[in-house]
């Protein structure tokens, strides 16, 4: 039954499929042998109910969670798409949280519709991002008072930890622009190819988007993967185009946001000498 | 106070709920509305720490909440997953659960796992089966699962007894409780072409710790539990029925599609009032 409720085609394909014939060698000629009929209602049309809901159902769960990309593949793409994902990856888990992880991949390397092909990718990961910081762990954020408390000498050797509701995307246009702007029932404008780096944090138990900058984007991710400050900073900071009398000013703003938004929940400084 | 219930586990009357849904979260923490229990789905707070538990925990604070999943894949012949069922121990211990349930199908096999309810054959086999697996469960659990009678769309020729019956032998076989969904055995007397007060016959009142009451849609051929709008009368006739045999029981309303304000859903429970104070009128 579950190779013919779950066939990409619906029901009556399914039955011919190989996965059906070999549980039930008769089903495609004798299915009434196996499922009664109702008065109203042939047993294929019955078992049809179970294959039409099954797809229905984890559409719905993928269109609840990409919106956007909905909007800007249409309904039509965008319904090719889910079917064609569900069927080469059904779910294994018991629940509906993570269905969908590999949806923004899938889309990558599948998507059959030319047109805002790349921004539907693009916007497809923002959209994994807000459902994976809306799910993830809780912890204690870091205000930007404890930064300041850490001695001068300290700062280069200190490591900060982010949290876990933090993703860091790279992508290859300002699909988050064009994302503000349909969610707001603005018109939009498909944007053009050019890199562009957002931050997707939970804050306030809500999902928040942030754009930064190449630098802003390199340095989180150097903190993330546990990088003391100063190595960090000068890693990815070493080609910005900015003063050098102007830089700490420039870093102490962009650590005060970023405690701000809750994104630090850890720090080590090394031990004192 | 909680009223003791007139069942083998003395699992209280808890009065009228709805199911708990991440719409009304705010609402529900800004305005503790007048509600006597929340029905949460259980598989949607077990695999996230963010904000839906968030707002359960607050919840659980001041209602009593009972546990109502969809994955538990009972009737399926895979494993019995015990990493899942750690998960459902440690989401009850964390919201005081009153109990906790599932329903009588499987989702899946082969690991695979269709979201849906799928029907089981009613056979002394299956049922062999089913017994046997939701005594491991129990006793995993340590505790009674209450089971729910399923929609479904249709019947396996190799079935040897009717639902109503499978459903009060797999209760008395396995010593578990039972979740009446009145609402899924008009649905499924609808599409086999059965008489819905006669499938509440060999029911096992003493077992029903629960009732569920939804909308649904009719499709003219089959109708679908779609739990989208109101209850229909012929529903509530049934609900009724099933208060005047089983007496006054924890009430539940689902509405999980086109989902309206939370005072719609207090008024639609609400309406249940009207048996349970019928019923008390006429023991009086």
Not at chain 2, 85 to 103: F, Q
Not at chain 2, 164 to 182: G, K, N, S
Not at chain 2, 212 to 233: E, F, M, Q
Request: hydrophobic fraction near 40%; charge should be positive.
């Amino acid at each position: 039954m579950q190779a013919v409720v779950m066939h990409p085609l619906g029901a009556a394909q399914g039955l011919g499929a190989s996965q059906a014939r070999k549980h039930l060698p008769q089903a495609a000629r004798n299915l009434e042998s196996v499922v009664t009929r109702s008065r109203r209602l042939s047993a294929l049309a019955r078992l049809g109910i179970y294959a039409e809901m099954y797809y229905l159902r984890l559409i719905e769960v993928l269109g609840a969670e990409y919106p956007t990309t909905r909007t800007v593949l249409g309904e039509e793409a965008f319904e090719a798409s889910c079917r064609a994902f569900i069927a080469r990856h059904p779910s294994t888990d018991r629940t509906l949280q993570s269905l969908s992880v590999r949806f923004p991949e899938f889309l990558a390397r599948h998507l059959k519709v030319r047109r805002n092909a790349r921004l539907a990718v693009d916007i497809a990961r923002i959209e994994r991002a807000m459902e994976d910081v809306f799910d993830a762990p809780r912890a204690e954020p870091l205000g930007f008072e404890a930064l300041k408390k850490i001695p001068t000498e300290s700062w280069g050797g200190s490591r900060l930890t982010l949290t876990p509701a933090l993703r860091m995307l790279e992508l290859g246009c300002d699909a988050d622009a064009y994302m503000t702007a349909v969610r707001s029932r603005r018109p939009a404008r498909a944007p053009r190819a050019k890199p562009a780096y957002i931050i997707v944090y939970r804050h306030n138990l809500r999902a928040w988007r942030l754009k930064v900058s190449r630098e802003q984007f390199g340095l989180l991710r150097l903190l993330g993967r546990g990088w003391p400050i100063g190595r960090a900073v000068y890693r990815s900071c070493r080609h910005m185009r900015v003063r050098t009398d102007r830089l700490p000013e420039l870093l102490s703003e962009w650590f005060r946001d970023w405690s701000a938004a809750g994104l630090f929940v850890g720090l080590t400084t090394p031990p004192q000498s | 106070m909680l009223r003791l219930g007139h069942n083998r586990w003395n699992l209280p009357d808890l009065g009228l709920g709805v199911g708990l849904r991440p719409v009304h979260f705010r609402h529900i923490v800004e305005k503790w509305p007048r509600m006597d229990w929340f029905e949460i789905l259980s598989e949607n707070y077990i695999d996230t720490a963010g904000r839906p538990v968030h707002f359960l925990d607050q919840i659980a604070e001041r209602y009593p909440i009972v546990m109502h999943g969809v994955s538990l894949s009972i009737g399926s012949t895979d494993p019995i997953d015990f990493e899942y069922l750690a998960k459902l121990k440690r989401l009850a211990e964390r919201v005081r659960a009153v109990w906790m349930g599932d329903h009588i199908c499987w989702t899946g096999v082969a690991g695979l796992n269709g979201h849906d309810l799928y029907p089981v054959p009613y056979t002394e086999e299956s049922l062999s089966h089913l017994v046997e697996r939701v005594r491991v469960v129990q006793d995993y659990l340590e505790r009674p699962l209450v089971l729910e009678n399923p929609s479904t769309y249709l019947t396996f020729r190799a079935s040897s007894m009717p639902e109503e019956e499978f459903i009060a032998r797999l209760a008395e076989y396995a010593d578990c409780a039972l979740l009446l969904d009145v609402n899924n055995v008009y649905v499924t007397c609808r599409n086999h072409d059965l008489d819905p007060y006669e499938y509440l016959k060999p029911i096992p009142y003493d077992r029903v710790v629960q009732i569920h009451l939804a909308g649904h849609t009719d499709h003219g051929s089959h109708c679908i539990d779609t739990h989208n709008g109101r209850v229909i009368d012929p529903v509530w006739e049934l609900y009724a029925e099933v208060q005047r045999r089983r007496g006054n029981t924890a009430t539940l309303l689902e509405w999980d599609a086109d989902i309206p304000k939370f005072e719609v859903l207090q008024r639609e429970v609400g309406r249940a009032n009207r048996f349970r104070d019928a019923l008390r009128v006429a023991n009086a």
